[in-house]
Each structure stands twice: as C-alpha cells, then as structure tokens.
C-alpha cells in the first residue's frame, strides 16, 4: 500500500512522510516528495546478526539460525537482508521458511523448523499467523531456544491476549520502550495510555514521531505550501533528546531515509515487552533461553 501511495503522492508533488512502513525499495526510486523516519529492513538485518554474535560471546549456543517470513513485500524485503547480514557476519541459516500470510494452518512449517532444529528462530509475520505459530509450536511440542520477532505481529496488541502465555522470553524488534520515569517515551506513553487505556506499542509509536516529525517540518515552513513542507523536511536535524522513540535522531539522506533511525530487542515477561539490547537502552535483563510455556 506504501509503494502505491507514495508513488501517487509524487505525481501530485505532496509530501509524504512513512513513519512504519520497512521495504527498502520505498526510498530508493529517486521520490523527491517522499520522507520515511523508521529503520529499515538492512538495520534490522544488521541488528540480529550483531545481537546474535553478542549473544554467542556471552557463551550462549548459537550454531544457526532459520528465518521464517511472509511472503509479501514486508517479509521478502526483511528476509532477504537478514539472510544478507547473516552471511556477513558468518551466521549459518539452517533454514529459510515462506509461507502465505493467511494460511490457516502452518503445521508443515513448524515441523520443517523442529527438523532443523536452529539456536534462533525469527519470524517475520503479521498478527494472525504470529499467534497461529505459537499455538502450532505448543501443540507439536516444539519450543526453540531464542525466537525474535521482527515487531508486526509481535508487537500487536492482540499479541499477548492470545499467547503470551506461550511466548514468555520471545524478544521483539521494537524502536520503542516506555522507558524510565521523566523521559519523553514514558510521558507521551501516559498520556495516551491515560485516554486509551493501554501503553503504545511499536508501531503506533513510530506513526506518532512520524507525525511529530511532520508537524515539525510544517512548523519550520510557516505554510502548507507542499514545496515549502518538502524542503523543511529535507532539513530536519532533530537530535535524540527531542524524540519520543528510541532513534539516535531523525536526518533525512539524498533518499528521503532517516540516516539515523535505529532499533533494539525487547523481551516478553509477563504481560509486557522491556527492552533488554543493546545493554545501554536496557531497562531490564536479558534472559535466556526463551520460557514459553514450560
């Protein structure tokens, strides 16, 4: 949908800003008018591969990996550079699964990963099939030791509702955390919380910095002239004190992608994600292997 809409938006010349939308071709077909403040599918890519090693320094087995992914856009762009960064940093992948998003039944799939038998599983998948995995790995009996998320179904509301149970100690590639008392993350997450009754997850964080970066630009422009809107965007500086989320800044490159977006690894305990990697954005323990349901 991103792809189609921002192609529109820069045949009327008016500005769009992307605020969770990860496929890297969305910023690499020379748009003027096209401005993305979230990471990007090689960030995460890099990420896992530089949590994964950390994690093997620390003395935890880590001997391979498998990716299992969505066969969309979103699951073949993330796929693809997390096979990417895996070869990169000599991380065997054991197993490389595609299914359809709307499959009702993943049984094949899940027995395909107990055969393989990898250190690591991630997951790139949206909501329905993230809960379905779940409940097809606790029916076959099948629990790998780390599983990551890579944030769409994982950080779902509907997520923990329906398996946390079975998910304690899964980590989650997320861009946000609550944080500590008196930071911008725990202050805007209260007052929505305060009117929704439920924190912000991932995703509706990054749409609303998103927002913030876009009302900032309009700001600087003194118009809604989209000329005007667009160059104040080419220059936004924003540093990582005036962000609500947990980007080193928001900088847009000749591309229109935020050069400084960044992510980190949360981790399932009890009825919440807290952020566990990098250790300096850590706000809880690290703890291995995953629990699930035993």
Do not use: C
């Amino acid at each position: 949908m991103t792809l189609v809409a921002t192609a529109v938006a820069e045949r009327q010349a008016v500005p769009f800003l992307v605020a969770d939308s990860v496929a890297a071709n969305i910023t690499t077909r020379g748009f003027k008018f096209t401005f993305r403040t979230t990471p990007i599918a090689p960030d995460f890519g890099k990420a896992y591969a530089e949590f994964i090693n950390a994690v093997k320094k620390s003395g935890t087995k880590v001997d391979s990996i498998a990716i299992v992914n969505e066969n969309t856009d979103y699951g073949t762009s993330v796929s693809q550079s997390i096979l990417d960064a895996a070869k990169a940093a000599n991380i065997n992948v054991a197993a490389h699964i595609t299914y359809n998003a709307n499959s009702s039944d993943v049984t094949a799939q899940v027995l395909q990963l107990k055969s393989a038998n990898p250190d690591v599983v991630i997951f790139i998948s949206y909501t329905a099939d993230s809960i379905l995995y779940f409940k097809t790995m606790k029916n076959l009996d099948y629990q790998p030791p780390i599983v990551i998320g890579d944030d769409a179904g994982f950080s779902d509301p509907s997520f923990i509702p329906n398996v946390g149970d079975l998910a304690q100690g899964a980590l989650d590639r997320s861009a946000f955390d609550i944080g500590k008392p008196g930071s911008n993350s725990y202050i805007v997450n209260k007052l929505f919380h305060d009117k929704y009754g439920r924190d912000l997850d991932d995703t509706s964080a990054r749409w609303m910095q998103g927002l913030f970066v876009l009302a900032d630009a309009i700001n600087r422009a003194g118009s809604t002239d989209a000329e005007k809107i667009r160059e104040a965007l080419t220059e936004t500086d924003l540093k990582a004190d005036q962000l609500m989320i947990g980007y080193h800044g928001v900088k847009f490159d000749e591309t229109g992608q935020n050069s400084l977006a960044s992510t980190f690894l949360i981790q399932l305990k009890g009825k919440q994600y807290v952020s566990v990697w990098p250790e300096n954005l850590a706000t809880d323990k690290l703890e291995l292997p995953m629990k699930g349901w035993r």
